[in-house]
């Protein structure tokens, strides 16, 4: 159920992908801002958990605590100032369970939890 969930989402991302065609010159714009997506191995992954969470440790990328949790989650916010782009992500399971992580630069500088078992 979970490969059927991600190739749906990889699906939907590349269809929302959109070009912007400038006649004046024939060139075609793509979208540059970045899409994370990734793959995941059901073995390794273990939810929105307590058991996930104590494994999520400051200084992890973004990659590895989606790889840790089982999936990309969702972005909450996005800003940029002094060179740097802070973000703040959420997963969320069953009951209300909640992680939230903050990232600069998609590496993680704090992260909370709320109704973990």
């Known amino acids: 159920?979970?490969?059927?969930?991600?190739?749906?989402?990889?699906?939907?991302?590349?269809?929302?992908?959109s070009f912007n065609?400038?006649?004046a010159f024939g060139k075609i714009n793509v979208q540059t801002e970045p899409v994370t997506v990734f793959s995941f191995n059901e073995e390794k992954s273990f939810g929105v958990t307590q058991k996930a969470y104590d494994k999520i440790k400051i200084g992890m990328s973004l990659r590895e605590i989606c790889r840790i949790i089982g999936s990309n989650g969702e972005e909450m916010t996005r800003s940029r100032g002094g060179g740097s782009t802070f973000?703040?992500?959420k997963?969320?399971?069953k009951d209300y369970a909640i992680i939230t992580a903050v990232?600069?630069?998609?590496?993680?500088?704090?992260?909370?939890?709320a109704n973990l078992k």
């Open 21 to 23: 065609t400038n006649q």
């Open 103 to 113: 990232f600069k630069d998609s590496i993680l500088t704090n992260k909370y939890e």
């Open 87 to 89: 973000t703040s992500h």
């Open 1 to 17: 159920m979970k490969n059927l969930s991600a190739k749906i989402l990889i699906g939907f991302i590349f269809i929302a992908v």
């Open 91 to 93: 997963w969320e399971g």
